[in-house]
């Protein structure tokens, strides 16, 4: 049985401690959550002062009563606050403790969270430190330059870049934004400079540069010499002596590196450092002004709680890594006499992640059941069966594996003999069922082994129940579908009762991959996810956390749901909170729409349907209105299961 179960078999009492612990909340809730004495998870807006804290389950009953339906994005305005002071306050305080003579500038990479009231919201909050915006794309330059407000604030152009977004960038910049192009390949330096001199301006040039600093992790690949962005050593001379041969060196005023988000370990984000500062020197030396060192995103959010270098953890903090790029970069270009440059960083990700939790709730559940065996077999039980209930018998903690390999090979015997009509249906379904008893039986003792074989480890696994959540995994968390990645996954209520089952999460799609069947837990990952049992007159309600950054825009329509509704709620002084938005996800028409239906000439062809049936007589007229208006409610309604 696993090792949880088993605890709280032996404890007394449950406590709300015991689910501190066993969820890790508050090794990954960056001090934003916690849980209430009532067993709720609660929200703590600054993740410092508790005094102030608002149970999720009250926001929830806020939202019932605003008739939204689950699920819901739910967004904490106060925390993406808080996110961006901690941010500008650690890199301030590493500035001022190292005695640094340069500033920090934070800006936002839009495409981490593109969301209008996202960025709106980023550019609100980081208007008091100039925080700025990262744009990768015409897209969002334009999205930029309508909500960007600060002219002290940097405008970073990345990306590849036509001609209609090199004029718009410029246009920025006589506008008074501050506004940088960043050359990500030798062809677009030449057009900027000549729509530059056309509109008679002097642009800010950057250059995105491949360091052969490489990270561990996930999303690396956009660092390291074979990265696909950023010139080589190469071109970034062969762009030198272009702006020198046109007399616009003085136009090359930032570098820029990235190494890949979520960089898991502070050693590559060190030596990234190093080797970045070595090639601004080498600008400085070759008579660019420079002034700016802009060390992109990778910043890490520690989801696991773990606080290692595993892909889903980081063995940093935030003090940490400000403390770290400052001392680095004065180490390096102190001994060259370099002035120290303004420190621009795309923290996507660390920016964020905290900000955004996805609620949904439980539908059904399938758990796990064996039938009760019968005392003595029938007379006439087929051989195998026969065998298999020896194998039960005789399971020892010695000859676990032995049995275990039996049992399977006395159940594909059984399913053979089922295949060619030797045995009946419910001759099938007792060998399957002794089968089970089997596996219950040998992970019921697993853990008193002393190493337990790596066949066998799979076992609890097979044992999980499935909890059947009212989302779509590739509608709202599309990198763990994709890439694995693990969120933190918990329930938001009844953390003082003790959670006896264990499960895995199953979405609403019925596709093999809507699943979830990985968990964070502290020193592994988790096969399955201790929950509470499922009442069906009772509404059980989950969280996903951490899924701020990355996991709005990826989403697909996959079996057709659509954005889930989304509410953003504000934290008061007292502790009370308001709903300062709600947008409603999309109806079963939008979606059909973005897959180019036509939801109104469907309406005519289905009416011409149900017509038809009325004159063969298959349903009446009052029938007929009945059905009309049930498709028509259809088309208007969410694309989650409603209740
Ligand atoms: C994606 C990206 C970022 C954001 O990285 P995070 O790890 O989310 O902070 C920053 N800069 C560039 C160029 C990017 O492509």
Redesign the pocket.
């Known amino acids: 049985m696993n090792q949880h179960l088993k605890n709280i078999g032996s404890m007394e009492r449950w406590t709300i401690e015991n689910s501190v612990d066993l969820y890790g909340i508050r090794n990954w809730g960056g001090g934003y959550f916690d849980i209430s004495d009532k067993g709720e998870i609660v929200i703590n807006p600054t993740g410092n002062d508790p005094s102030h804290v608002v149970s999720m389950m009250d926001v929830i009953s806020g939202i019932k009563e605003r008739g939204l339906g689950m699920p819901i994005l739910l967004r904490l305005g106060d925390i993406l606050q808080s996110r961006i002071s901690l941010l500008h306050d650690s890199f301030q305080t590493a500035i001022d403790n190292f005695g640094y003579k340069g500033q920090y500038r934070g800006v936002f990479?839009i495409?981490?969270n593109q969301q209008q009231q996202v960025v709106e919201e980023v550019t609100h909050f980081g208007s008091k430190y100039h925080h700025g915006l990262?744009a990768?794309s015409k897209a969002e330059l334009i999205a930029a330059i309508s909500l960007l407000k600060d002219p002290e604030a940097c405008l970073i152009c990345?990306g590849y870049k036509d001609e209609e977004f090199i004029d718009l960038g410029l246009y920025a910049q006589k506008m008074g934004f501050k506004c940088f192009f960043v050359i990500e390949m030798p062809s677009e330096l030449p057009m900027i400079l000549e729509r530059a001199a056309r509109l008679n301006i002097k642009p800010l040039i950057g250059i995105?540069i491949k360091l052969s600093t490489r990270a561990g992790g996930h999303?690396t690949e956009?660092g390291g010499d074979r990265s696909i962005?950023g010139l080589s050593m190469t071109q970034l001379i062969q762009m030198v002596d272009y702006l020198k041969e046109k007399e616009m060196i003085d136009c090359l005023q930032l570098l820029?590196y990235?190494l890949?988000?979520?960089?898991p370990n502070i050693r590559d984000i060190r030596s990234a450092v190093v080797e970045a500062c070595r090639v601004y020197t080498g600008l400085v030396d070759e008579g660019a002004p420079m002034g700016y060192l802009d060390i992109?995103?990778?910043?890490?959010v520690d989801y696991d709680g773990s606080h290692t270098n595993f892909t889903s953890s980081r063995n940093y903090n935030l003090a940490e890594y400000c403390a770290d790029v400052i001392e680095v970069i004065m180490g390096t270009l102190d001994d060259q006499g370099i002035p120290h440059p303004t420190i621009i960083s795309?923290?996507?990700?660390?920016?964020v992640a905290y900000y955004s939790v996805l609620l949904f709730n439980i539908i059904d559940v399938s758990c796990f059941q064996t039938l009760p065996l019968p005392e003595t077999p029938a007379e006439d039980t087929p051989e195998m069966i026969v065998n298999l209930l020896d194998v039960l018998h005789s399971l020892t903690l010695k000859n676990m594996q032995e049995c275990y390999n039996d049992a399977i090979y006395y159940r594909d015997e059984i399913r053979q003999l089922f295949k060619h009509g030797n045995i009946s249906l419910r001759e099938r379904i007792t060998g399957e069922n002794i089968f089970w008893h089997v596996m219950k039986k040998i992970a019921a003792d697993l853990s008193k082994l002393k190493h337990i074989p790596s066949e066998l480890e799979d076992i609890e696994n097979a044992l999980a129940d499935i909890y059947y959540g009212n989302f779509s995994v590739f509608q709202s968390l599309p990198d763990s579908w994709a890439i694995d990645h693990l969120f933190p996954i918990m329930p938001v209520h009844r953390l003082n009762e003790p959670p006896r089952r264990n499960a895995i999460l199953a979405d609403i799609t019925c596709d093999c991959d809507g699943k979830i069947d990985k968990f964070i837990a502290t020193h592994n990952v988790r096969k399955s996810l201790p929950l509470h049992d499922f009442k069906l007159d009772e509404d059980y309600y989950l969280g996903v956390f951490l899924v701020g950054?990355?996991q709005e825009t990826l989403g697909d329509l996959h079996n057709l749901l659509g954005d889930t509704n989304i509410v953003s709620i504000q934290i008061k002084q007292n502790g009370d909170f308001k709903f300062v938005r709600e947008i409603e996800g999309d109806s079963v028409s939008d979606v059909l729409s973005y897959v180019e239906y036509d939801t109104k000439a469907m309406v005519v062809q289905f009416r011409e349907t149900a017509e038809k049936a009325v004159r063969k007589g298959l349903i009446s007229p009052n029938e007929r209105q009945q059905i009309m208006r049930a498709y028509q409610k259809g088309l208007r309604g969410y694309t989650y299961f409603e209740k």
């Open positions: 990479p495409k981490v990262e990768g990345n995105r999303w956009s962005f820029h990235h890949g988000s979520q960089i992109g995103g990778g910043l890490a795309e923290s996507g990700r660390a920016t950054a990355y």
